[in-house]
C-alpha cells in the first residue's frame, strides 16, 4: 500500500525579493506536486518560482523544475517532481516592484 502526505510550507507569507519556503524532509517519498495559490491580488510582474533540492537542507541546488507565480488572487499553479533525493522547498527571485502572498503546499507519495 503507498504512503501519502501533504504538508503546507509557506502560509500567508508575503514574498518580495529573495523568497522560499521551508525545507521539507521527504526521503521517503518518490514523487511530489507542490502547489502554489496566492491569497491575495499579487502586485508587479510575477516570475517563476524554482524547486531546488538538498542534501542537507540547508545548502540548495535547482533541481529544474519551475512554477509560474500564480497572476491573480485564489490562482494556482503547480509542479510535479520526482527523483529528488532528500529535502525540497521552492524559492523565488522577485523583482523589485513585486509582491505575492503566497500558500505553498507539498503533496507527496511513496
Do not use: C
Amino acid at each position: 500500500m503507498r504512503t501519502s502526505t501533504s504538508a503546507i510550507i509557506a502560509r500567508n507569507e508575503t514574498w518580495t525579493g529573495e523568497a522560499a519556503t521551508e525545507p521539507y524532509e521527504a526521503g521517503w517519498a518518490k514523487e511530489a506536486i507542490i502547489f502554489v495559490r496566492s491569497l491575495k491580488a499579487p502586485s508587479g510582474p510575477q516570475v517563476r518560482a524554482r524547486v531546488e533540492i538538498s542534501p542537507d537542507g540547508m545548502n540548495w541546488a535547482p533541481e529544474g523544475a519551475e512554477i509560474p507565480l500564480p497572476d491573480r488572487k485564489d490562482a494556482v499553479t503547480f509542479a510535479r517532481v520526482s527523483h529528488f533525493g532528500t529535502w525540497l522547498r521552492l524559492a523565488a527571485t522577485l523583482p523589485e516592484d513585486s509582491a505575492n502572498t503566497v500558500l505553498v503546499t507539498i503533496h507527496l507519495k511513496s
